[in-house]
């Protein structure tokens, strides 16, 4: 991920011909407990070659900082204050990552954050189809599994909507589940998560790990401890917060897939995205297997026949939850 002497040689990325691929990203949130460690992320990152990092307050300081690192990528900051500063930050960018919006307490389930983080989310979201229509979206603020669906109406509102570009970012849960099991088989394994981003929504998907076995002990407690495991941070945290440093390490992880299907290449990934794969249940909503390419979703993979029954009962149990969340989002935008 870290630059090299001579990845920042190619920051200027081209393919064959010899033009110059210009990668500019925005984070929206950008001086907040995410957004400050994932745009020095991304200032590593040799693929990207201009930062627009926005936030209400806070962000010339944290633009100045990040600015130092030496990668070849320049560094703009903009706050609310500034004539024009979120037009600024989004003109040209291919990605917008959008980790604005306040995190959840002890006690408090993400749903608990709609209140606050849905105009939030809806306002940013309006900016982005305004400002950069063909971007590419990565919505990190909770409850994803409902401001997913304001980004959606608000850009269908608009009249500028393709589901192949509007992204949940679930990927600090696959970062989990990896990690947690890490332990148990010795090495580093992916492991699939799919559903939602909200406790039960959550469903690492075990069954698809070659080699790795599970007692019924074990999979119960790695699923909740997969499901759960924003509560550990929320818990250990203690009132400041919730998982920053893991969520800027799994958006920007997320960030550089986009950026390398963007260059051409193919790339596997999982992310909330819009999808028919439950459409006879009526939801719209789903995290699942997707083929990356320049567009944004090239294609979307059912999920794997050979999931277990007990993955098969979680999927289950997740879709009267997602439907919920989704209808919340899209009313909200509705009613406005
Ligand atoms: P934070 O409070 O540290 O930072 C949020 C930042 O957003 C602040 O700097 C704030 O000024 C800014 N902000 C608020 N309103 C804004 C607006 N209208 N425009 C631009 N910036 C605005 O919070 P955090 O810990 O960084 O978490 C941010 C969000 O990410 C929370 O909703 C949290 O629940 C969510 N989160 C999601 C995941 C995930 O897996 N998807 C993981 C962790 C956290
Ligand atoms: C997480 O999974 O860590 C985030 O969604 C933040 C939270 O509220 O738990």
Redesign the pocket.
């Given at each position: 991920m870290f630059a090299t002497r001579n990845a920042i040689k190619v920051a200027a990325r081209s393919f064959s011909t010899g033009v110059p691929l210009q990668s500019k990203v925005a984070v929206?949130?950008?001086?907040?407990?995410?957004?400050?460690p994932l745009s020095l992320l991304l200032k590593a990152n040799p693929r990207v070659t201009s930062l627009g990092l926005?936030?209400?307050?806070?962000t010339p300081g944290v633009a100045a900082d990040v600015g130092h690192v030496n990668t070849l990528s320049e560094v703009n900051g903009y706050t609310?204050k500034d004539k024009d500063g979120?037009e600024k930050a989004l003109k040209g960018a291919e990605l917008v990552v959008?980790?604005?919006?306040?995190?959840?307490k002890p006690g408090m389930t993400?749903d608990d954050?709609f209140n606050?983080?849905a105009?939030?989310v809806r306002?940013?979201t309006q900016a982005c189809a305004k400002f950069c229509p063909e971007a590419k979206l990565l919505?990190?603020?909770?409850?994803?599994n409902s401001?997913v669906p304001i980004a959606t109406e608000v850009f269908k509102k608009a009249g500028v909507y393709d589901p192949k570009r509007i992204f949940?970012?679930?990927?600090?849960?696959l970062v989990r589940a990896s990690r947690f099991i890490g332990d148990k088989v010795g090495k580093i394994t992916d492991v699939p998560v799919v559903g939602g981003?909200a406790g039960v929504t959550i469903i690492p998907l075990f069954s698809q790990v070659k080699g790795l076995e599970l007692s019924k002990e074990e999979r119960d407690s790695l699923t909740h401890r997969v499901q759960f495991g924003?509560d550990e941070?929320v818990k250990a945290k203690d009132g400041t917060?919730?998982?920053?440093l893991?969520?800027a390490y799994?958006?920007a992880r997320f960030a550089d897939s986009l950026l390398r299907a963007g260059a051409g290449e193919e790339v596997l990934e999982w992310a909330f995205i819009r999808t028919s794969l439950f459409e006879k249940e009526g939801l719209d909503f789903f995290s699942t297997y997707i083929k990356l390419d320049k567009n944004g979703v090239k294609e979307i993979l059912p999920l794997p026949e050979s999931i277990s029954e007990y993955e098969k009962e979680l999927v289950q149990k997740a879709i009267p939850e997602l439907k919920k969340s989704e209808t919340k989002g899209t009313s909200f935008v509705a009613s406005k």
């Open positions: 929206l949130g950008a001086a907040g407990g995410i957004g400050q926005y936030d209400i307050v806070n609310a979120l959008i980790p604005a919006g306040v995190p959840r993400r954050l606050t983080n105009s939030i306002d940013l919505i990190i603020s909770n409850p994803v401001t949940g970012v679930t990927s600090l849960d981003h924003g941070v917060g919730s998982a920053t893991s969520m799994a958006g």
